[in-house]
């Protein structure tokens, strides 16, 4: 099973600034099955990267993935008031076929 | 709009059954892989099942297995996920999802599964 571990566990950071998360895998992950989810309070997960780079449709560009192998990272570029909230990393691998990273929450400063 | 929408949560006592649904819409759903994704309170997002399109690729976490049983019924455009022998440990509120490739898009709104005496 390939185990995520995702870093820092909080984020205190003001609005306007970058932001950068990471997502370290057990073992390495193909790039296509990389994919990073925002949830925000009461909500349900939202798609915001997949494929470890690619935007998904209505993200925002200040949102950014990057990354291969075993660590990948995702960067907000300025904070908006409205990005404060878990971020999620997932793999698809092969069995299961699905984890999730423990998530890290930014939260503001 | 692409939409997803789940019920059948609520309070059951411990070894009890529960039959989650999702109804989905504004998609080809015969088309998709469909997934069950739980959040334990105040926890992180935990993968629970998956099923292929047809139906003939299940996949389960070791958590539930044997105790949950995924399901489709493609003409209803609907998800199932029948829970029993339920205990403390599954309370969460309960996401289905569309399976888009390798990743998860979009979500249901969520159903919350009580697990107490």
């Known amino acids: 099973e390939i185990v995520l571990t995702q870093s820092p566990g909080t984020l205190s950071l003001s609005p306007g600034e970058r932001a950068t998360l990471s997502c370290r895998a057990s073992?390495?992950?193909?790039?296509?099955?990389l994919a990073w989810y925002q949830q925000k309070p009461g909500q349900a997960p939202r798609l915001l990267i997949y494929g470890a780079s690619s935007r998904a449709t209505g993200i925002p560009d200040r949102f950014s993935g990057s990354g291969s192998g075993t660590d990948f990272t995702l960067t907000i570029s300025r904070l908006e008031p409205e990005d404060f909230a878990v971020y999620y990393c997932?793999?698809?691998?092969?069995?299961?076929?699905?984890?999730f990273g423990p998530g890290t929450k930014v939260d503001i400063k | 709009e692409v939409q997803l929408v789940e019920s059948g949560g609520g309070l059951v006592k411990p070894g009890g059954s529960l039959r989650l649904s999702c109804a989905a819409s504004?998609?080809?759903?015969?088309?998709?892989?469909m997934n069950w994704v739980r959040q334990a309170p105040g926890k992180g997002l935990e993968w629970v099942s998956s099923i292929s399109s047809s139906s003939s690729y299940i996949y389960y976490a070791d958590s539930v297995k044997g105790r949950f049983t995924i399901s489709r019924d493609n003409a209803k455009n609907s998800l199932y996920l029948q829970m029993n022998s339920l205990r403390a440990e599954d309370t969460a509120v309960y996401y289905c999802?569309?399976?888009?490739?390798?990743?998860?898009?979009?979500w249901g709104q969520g159903t919350l599964v009580t697990v107490s005496s």
């Open positions: 997932q793999q698809y691998g092969s069995s299961p076929p699905v984890t």
């Open positions: 504004g998609f080809t759903f015969s088309s998709y892989s």
């Open positions: 073992q390495s992950v193909s790039s296509s099955y």
């Open positions: 999802a569309r399976e888009d490739l390798y990743d998860f898009d979009p």
